[in-house]
C-alpha cells in the first residue's frame, strides 16, 4: 500500500525508449470494503482531468465503494491519480448532492419539482422567442458533460432556437488550443500521442505543469525519466514545478512573455540551421513570414523582454534543434495568458520548421484542461459548427441542415459565434434574457468576479443552473436542475490524445437528479422543436441513439467516428479518432503524410491575424490556397496590456494544485484531498518575502484594481516580482458568498480575452499586496509540489510535509498483465 | 505633381484615424477587445504616419490648391450602448476605409513613378490598414443583431 496524497505518482516503473510503459494497477476501497465485497466492476473513464484514464467503478449495495485503474487501457496502463483514486466517486456520492429541482419563490430557492421546475423553464423561453427571438437566448456549457449530452445541446441551440449565443466553459480552459490548431493545420485535431512520450529523445513543456495537472501522464514521463534513456526535458514556466525540477533547462519566464520567448527559440532555429527545407518546402507556407517576424530577437533581447539567461534560450533552442525526437506540449501557461494564440502556434511552428510532425516520438500535444472539452468542441457546444465545420463555409452549413433536417436560416452563421466574455456582456447589458448554465461554476471560475457576481444577479435575466451541488453559481439561479453524475449516467468522451472512452451507468442517481441528456431532451420536447417533416428536432430515445447520429455528423470530418460503437468501447481499451474505414482500429497520430485539412472546402476555419483576431475571409483564403499544405502563423510581440507599476508592482498568475480540479466541487468533497490542500494561500519569492517583511504563514492582503483577496503566505519558488495564488477556492464551504472575506483567485483577474482565441487572460495581473497580521501557523499549502517551501523559508513556523495517512492508502499492482499496445497497425508494422 | 496633395491626405487620414482609435478606445473601456485592440491598430496607424514622413519632405508639400475637402474630421466624442458602439466602430470603418483607398492610390502612382522606396513603404503598411478594416467589419457583424434587434 501507498499514500498516494504523499506519493503522488507512486510507484516507479521504469522503461526505456521504444518499450512499451509496464502496467501497473491502481486500487482504492472504501474502508471497511474488501475486494470480495464488491459486487460488480462497471467500465467508464475518469472525469476528473483531460488525461482520461480508463477506471473501472467498485459497486456495493447500489454505491459506488471505490474504483481501480483499466489495465487494458491505452491512456494510463492501469494507474490513477490521486483525484481519480480519491475524488471520482466520493466526489459524488455525497449527502450534499442536489435531490430535487429548486425553483425561486420571494426571492428564495425553495424545493420543488420537475414538472414544476421545467414549466418554469418552457414559459420563459417560449415567451422570449416569440418576443424577442433566438438572440434573447444564451448557453454557457461545459467540459464536463458526455458527448451525447453536447451534441443534444449543440443542436437544441444551433436548429431548435437558432441563437448564435453558445458557448463552454471550455474557453477558460482549452479554447486556445483549438485556435492555434485550426491557424495552423486548418482544423482542429491533435497531432500527436501519449506514446509519442515512450519514443521521444526530447520534451518541451509550455506553460504545461504536467506533474500537478495530469499526473498519470507526468508518471509516464518519470518512468522514462528513471529509464536508462532518459528524455532531455525543458520547462517554460515562472514557478518551481515539479516539471521544473526535473527540467535540463526551466525558463522561468515573465507571465506575458511567451510569444517574446517562442520568437527568440524560432530564431535560434533558423540561425543554427536546425530546419528541414525540403519539409517546408512541401508542406508549408509563410516561412518567409515567420523568419521576418523572429529576426529581432536574439536571444539577449529575450533575455532582457522576458528575465530569463539568454545562454538558456541557447541552450533550450539547441536541444530543440539537434534532438531526433521532439515531443512538445502546450497547457495554461500559454493558454490563459498574452498573446495565447500566437504563442502557441509558435510550437506549431517549431515542430513544422524541422519536420518533427507524424512520426513516433515528434508531436505536439496542445492539451485539455477538463475532462470532456474535446467534445465539447467537436459537437459545437462552443459556438463553433458540429463536426469540426467552418461556419464561413456555406457548404458546410448546408450538410448540418440536410443532416437535421431543418430550415437552412435557422443555423447562425452569419457571423463567429459569441464567445463567454461576450455573452455575460450581452447579460450585462439585458439584451440576454435566458441564460442555462450547465455544469459549471462562473461565480468562482471567470475573471473579476465582483463583475460576475453583478452580472449572474441581473433582474433581467431569468438564470437556469444545472449542477450536482448548491455551487456559488446556483445560488443565483431562478430554476436548479438537480443532474446525474458520472457513474450515474451512460455516455462516451475523448481525452487529449483523441481517445474516446465508454462511461458506463454503474448507480442510480440520488433522488430525482436527472441526466443533463434527458433534461435537454426534455426541453426540446417541451418548447416543441420539430424537423422540417414535423417530427421531433431531437427523437432519440437514449445516448446509443445520439452516439448513432453524431456518427453521421462526424463522416468524412477530421474527428470521424463512423467506426467506432458502445460494443467496440466495452471490454478493452478507449479507441482513437479518427476511426472509419480507412482506420478500423482507430489512429495514433495525425498528418503522418505531411498532409493538413486545409484545403478551402474542408478547413474548420480560413485562419485570423494573429496579433488583433480580424479574420482572414473565405476570399483571402482561397487566393493562397494552402491546398493541404500547413501554415506558419505568427504575430509580432505585444507586451502585457497590464504590466506592474508603482501602485502594483507584483505581477499577478493564477493556477491549480494536484489535489483539486476547478473549483473544488468533487475534490473538495473527498477528505483525503481536501485535507491536503484545505484552504486557499498566496506564494510568493523568498526574495520579495524579506523585502516586505513577511514569514511563511503570515496574512496578506492580495489587490489588483479590480478586487483584493486575503490568505495566508507560502514563500516558495516562484520568480521574482510574482505572486502565485490557487483558483481552487470560492465560497460554497463559506456561506456561499464572499462574506466579507475574500478568498477567490479570479477576483483579482483582469477581464480581457485573447484577440483570437477568445480566452480570458487569467495568468496575468498587476497587484500589490500588504502584510495584515502575523501568521500563528504555517499556509496550508502543500509542500509535495510547485508549492513546497523554499528551504530557507519557515523561519521557525514548521511547515509539515503534506501527507495523507491511513485514509490515504492505495493498491498499486505492478504489471500483473502485458502492457497495452496502441492497436493501430501504424505504429506496429 | 499632385502625389503630395494625396501624400498628405495620407499622412492627416492615418493621423485622424489614430486619434480616433484612441477615441474609441477610452469611450468604451467595457469592451474589453475593442478598448485593447483599438490602442493596438492606433499604433499601427502612428507607425504609418512615421514611415509616410520622409516621403512628405522628399515630395515637398502641397501647393496652396489642395483640395481640403479631401480631408474628413475624425470622432470628437463616443456615443453609449450596444448602438453607440456600433455606429462608431462604422465611423472607425469610413475612417479605415478612407486610409486603405488613399493607399491605393499612392501605391498606383508607385508603380507609375517605379519609386522602390515609395512601394516598399505602401507594402509595409496597406497589409495592416486591410486587416484593420476587416476586425472592424468582423466586430460590427458580431454587434448588429444584438444591437439592431434587441438592444433597449
Ligand atoms: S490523471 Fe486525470 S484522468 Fe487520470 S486519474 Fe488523474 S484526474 Fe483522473
Redesign the pocket.
Known amino acids: 500500500m501507498v499514500d498516494r496524497i504523499a506519493e503522488i505518482w507512486g510507484t516507479r516503473t521504469p522503461y526505456a525508449r521504444d518499450e512499451l510503459w509496464p502496467t501497473r494497477v491502481d486500487q482504492v476501497l472504501a474502508e471497511g470494503v474488501d475486494e470480495s465485497d464488491v459486487e460488480r466492476w462497471v467500465q467508464s473513464?475518469?472525469?476528473?482531468?483531460?488525461?482520461?484514464?480508463g477506471?473501472d467503478i467498485a459497486v456495493k449495495d447500489g454505491t459506488m465503494v471505490g474504483v481501480r485503474g483499466r489495465s487494458l487501457d491505452i491512456v494510463?496502463h492501469g494507474r490513477?491519480?490521486?483525484?481519480?483514486?480519491f475524488a471520482?466517486w466520493q466526489g459524488v456520492s455525497n449527502e450534499d448532492r442536489l435531490t430535487v429541482p429548486l425553483v425561486r419563490e420571494n426571492g428564495v430557492l425553495v424545493e420543488s419539482d420537475w414538472e414544476t421546475a421545467m414549466q418554469r423553464i418552457v414559459t420563459r423561453s417560449r415567451n422570449l422567442l416569440d418576443d424577442k427571438g433566438p438572440l434573447s437566448h444564451g448557453f454557457y456549457t461545459s467540459g464536463q458533460l458526455f458527448l451525447e449530452e453536447y451534441y443534444a445541446q449543440a443542436i437544441v441551440a444551433k436548429a431548435g432556437i437558432g441563437t448564435p449565443h453558445m458557448d463552454g466553459n471550455t474557453r477558460l480552459c482549452t479554447a486556445t488550443a483549438a485556435a492555434a490548431m485550426k491557424e495552423s493545420f486548418g482544423s482542429d485535431g491533435q497531432p500527436g500521442s501519449y506514446v509519442d512520450i515512450d519514443e521521444c529523445d526530447a520534451m518541451f513543456l509550455f506553460g504545461h505543469n504536467m506533474a500537478e495537472s495530469?499526473?498519470?501522464?507526468w508518471m509516464r514521463v518519470l518512468d522514462r525519466i528513471a529509464g536508462p534513456d532518459k528524455p532531455r526535458i525543458v520547462c517554460v514556466d515562472p514557478r518551481f514545478t515539479e516539471v521544473a525540477r526535473q527540467a535540463e533547462v526551466h525558463l522561468p519566464v515573465r507571465p506575458g512573455t511567451n510569444l517574446a520567448l517562442m520568437h527568440g527559440l524560432v530564431r535560434e532555429l533558423f540561425i543554427n540551421g536546425w530546419i528541414d527545407q525540403e519539409y517546408i518546402d512541401q508542406h508549408t507556407m509563410n516561412v518567409e513570414q515567420l523568419r521576418a517576424t523572429v529576426e529581432p530577437w536574439t536571444p539577449e533581447a529575450v533575455a532582457e523582454t522576458c528575465g530569463v539567461e539568454a545562454d538558456d534560450v541557447r541552450r533550450a533552442a539547441e536541444i530543440f534543434g539537434t534532438s531526433e525526437r521532439v515531443l512538445s506540449t502546450v497547457l495554461q501557461g500559454f493558454y490563459q495568458s498574452s498573446q495565447a494564440t500566437a504563442s502557441s502556434c509558435a510550437v506549431n511552428n517549431l515542430h513544422l520548421l524541422r519536420g518533427l510532425l507524424g512520426k513516433p516520438g515528434c508531436g505536439i500535444l496542445q492539451m485539455n484542461g477538463q475532462?470532456t472539452a474535446q467534445n465539447n468542441r467537436e459537437c459545437g457546444a462552443d459556438g463553433d459548427l458540429s463536426g469540426f465545420r467552418n461556419w464561413e463555409n456555406p457548404e458546410h452549413v448546408q450538410q448540418l441542415v440536410d443532416l437535421w433536417n431543418v430550415d437552412a436560416s435557422i443555423i447562425p452563421h452569419w457571423a463567429p459565434p459569441t464567445h463567454a466574455m461576450q455573452i455575460f456582456r450581452y447579460v450585462e447589458q439585458g439584451s440576454i434574457e435566458f441564460l442555462w448554465i450547465s455544469a459549471t461554476n462562473p461565480a468562482v471560475s471567470m475573471p473579476q468576479l465582483s463583475r460576475i457576481r453583478d452580472i449572474l444577479s441581473v433582474d433581467s435575466v431569468f438564470l437556469v443552473v444545472q449542477d450536482l451541488y448548491l455551487t456559488e453559481t446556483a445560488q443565483y439561479a431562478d430554476v436548479v436542475l438537480p443532474a446525474a453524475a458520472w457513474g450515474e449516467k451512460t455516455g462516451t468522451f475523448t481525452n487529449v490524445n483523441r481517445t474516446v472512452h465508454l462511461s458506463e451507468k454503474a448507480v442510480e442517481p440520488p433522488g430525482e437528479a436527472r441526466s443533463d441528456f434527458d433534461t435537454f431532451l426534455d426541453y426540446s420536447r417541451r418548447m416543441g422543436f420539430t424537423r422540417l417533416d414535423g417530427t421531433p428536432l431531437l427523437d432519440w430515445t437514449g445516448p446509443e441513439d445520439a452516439f448513432a447520429a453524431w456518427k453521421e455528423c462526424t463522416r468524412g470530418r477530421p474527428c470521424d467516428y463512423t467506426g467506432i460503437t458502445y460494443d467496440k468501447l466495452r471490454g478493452g481499451s478507449g479507441v482513437q479518432w479518427p476511426c472509419n474505414e480507412e482506420h478500423p482500429d482507430g489512429t495514433v497520430r495525425l498528418y503522418r503524410d505531411g498532409v493538413f485539412p486545409t484545403n478551402p472546402g474542408y478547413c474548420e476555419s480560413y485562419g485570423h491575424d494573429l496579433l488583433t483576431g480580424a479574420p482572414v475571409g473565405p476570399e483571402s483564403y482561397q487566393a493562397v490556397n494552402p491546398a493541404g499544405r500547413a501554415i506558419f502563423k505568427t504575430a509580432p510581440y505585444h507586451p502585457a496590456h497590464e504590466t506592474p507599476d508603482d501602485d502594483y508592482p507584483f505581477r499577478y498568475t493564477t493556477g491549480r494544485t494536484v489535489y483539486h480540479?476547478h473549483t473544488r466541487t468533487k475534490t473538495g468533497r473527498s477528505p483525503q484531498l481536501n485535507g491536503a490542500a484545505p484552504d486557499a494561500w498566496v506564494e510568493i519569492s523568498a526574495r520579495d518575502a524579506e523585502a516586505y517583511e513577511v514569514a511563511e504563514g503570515d496574512i496578506v492582503r492580495v489587490e489588483s484594481r479590480r478586487g483584493h483577496l486575503t490568505a495566508p503566505v507560502r514563500v516558495s519558488g516562484i520568480r521574482d516580482g510574482s505572486i502565485f495564488a490557487p483558483f481552487h477556492y470560492g465560497y460554497w464551504d463559506e456561506g456561499g458568498v464572499p462574506g466579507g472575506n475574500y478568498r477567490a483567485a479570479n477576483e483579482l483577474t483582469i477581464t480581457e480575452w485573447d484577440p483570437v482565441s477568445k480566452q480570458p487572460i487569467l495568468k496575468n495581473a498587476a497587484v500589490r499586496i500588504t502584510k495584515i497580521a502575523d501568521g500563528t501557523a504555517a499556509s496550508p499549502a502543500p509542500t509535495t509540489t510547485a508549492s513546497r517551501p523554499v528551504s530557507t523559508a519557515g523561519r521557525g513556523r514548521g511547515v509539515l510535509p503534506t501527507v495523507g495517512g491511513p485514509a490515504a492508502q492505495a493498491k498499486e499492482t505492478i504489471a500483473p498483465v502485458a502492457p497495452a499496445m496502441v492497436v493501430a497497425e501504424e505504429e506496429h508494422s | 505633381m499632385k502625389l503630395p496633395v494625396y501624400l498628405s491626405l495620407l499622412h492627416t487620414s492615418e493621423g485622424t484615424l489614430a486619434a480616433s482609435l484612441r477615441q474609441v478606445s477610452e469611450g468604451h473601456g467595457h469592451e474589453p477587445d475593442v478598448h485593447f485592440i483599438c490602442q493596438i491598430l492606433a499604433a499601427q496607424c502612428d507607425v504609418h504616419q512615421e514611415a509616410l514622413a520622409p516621403m512628405l519632405e522628399r515630395f515637398g508639400e502641397p501647393g496652396d490648391d489642395e483640395p481640403e475637402r479631401l480631408h474628413v474630421d475624425g470622432l470628437s466624442t463616443t456615443r453609449s450602448g450596444p448602438i453607440g458602439l456600433l455606429r462608431d466602430l462604422q465611423d472607425l470603418y469610413l475612417l479605415a476605409s478612407l486610409v486603405d483607398i488613399t493607399w491605393a492610390m499612392i501605391k498606383q502612382a508607385a508603380q507609375g513613378l517605379r519609386d522602390a522606396e515609395l512601394l516598399s513603404i505602401v507594402t509595409d503598411c496597406d497589409g495592416e490598414t486591410a486587416i484593420q478594416l476587416r476586425w472592424l467589419q468582423t466586430r460590427m457583424k458580431q454587434a448588429a443583431p444584438q444591437a439592431l434587434i434587441l438592444a433597449g
Open positions: 473513464a475518469c472525469v476528473l482531468c483531460s488525461n482520461g484514464c477506471i494510463n490513477l491519480g490521486p483525484k481519480g483514486l471520482s495530469q499526473t498519470v501522464l475532462p480540479l
